[in-house]
T-cell receptor, first 110, second 115 residues
């Protein structure tokens, strides 16, 4: 399988703490994307990072990419209860289609 | 709202029924997708349409039949489904013709239960 695999599978933190999720993949990529999914809803795109980029920021989100280790991380700083969701990384498959991992379930307690 | 609307939100059907899922995007995108999301499994790409032509069929059983009458609408026709087909079915669209540099816009999904 060439899907991304997120780690950990589940993460519970208190509001105000930082949350870090990791994604590992198996083959060379053009880009890697992170998505968020609230329970029973569709996915929402968060960030796209290209293979020639090492770090990208969007508000409280910071994504890093290490192509030598075939891994990416998503950091959410100063987390809020509203950040409670599942987070997925998505990588390119050989037909140029996005393939998603199983996700990290993040629970932020007030 | 993401600009992608799916109906119905919930559907319960028997194994002998025929039903259809509908997806409409209001974003002017050229590519549309069906994904299946089962519990504890990665999202599975089912079908991709680019400019109304099917460009991907990921070995999906024939009991699932997609239809894309125009670039704004996508249907998934269901017949003689099995209980293991129960899942959240997600529709998505992207600006370009299905390239991986595109970000996807998802609908809220149809939660399907097959009895």
């Amino acid at each position: 399988s060439q899907q991304g695999e997120e780690d950990p599978q589940a993460l519970s933190i208190q509001e105000g703490e930082n949350a870090t999720m990791n994604c590992s993949y198996k083959t060379s990529i053009n880009n890697l994307q992170w998505y968020r999914q609230n329970s029973g809803r569709g996915l929402v795109h968060l960030i796209l990072i290209r293979s020639n980029e090492r770090e990208k920021h969007s508000g409280r989100l910071r994504v890093t990419l290490d192509t030598s280790k075939k891994s990416s991380s998503l950091l959410i700083t100063a987390s809020r209860a509203a950040d409670t969701a599942s987070y997925f990384c998505a990588t390119v498959y050989n037909t140029d289609k996005l393939i998603f991992g199983t996700g990290t379930r993040l629970q932020v307690f007030p | 709202e993401t600009g992608v609307t799916q109906t119905p939100r919930h559907l319960v059907m028997g194994m002998t029924n025929k039903k259809s899922l509908k997806c409409e995007q209001h974003l002017g995108h050229n590519a549309m997708y069906w994904y299946k999301q089962s519990a504890k499994k990665p999202l599975e790409l089912m079908f991709v349409y680019s400019l109304e032509e099917r460009v991907e069929n990921n070995s999906v059983p024939s009991r699932f039949s997609p239809e894309c009458p125009n670039s704004s609408h996508l249907f998934l026709h269901l017949h003689t489904l099995q209980p293991e087909d129960s899942a959240l079915y997600l529709c998505a669209s992207s600006q370009g013709p299905g390239g991986a540099n595109e970000k996807l816009f998802f609908g809220s999904g149809t939660q399907l239960s097959v009895l």
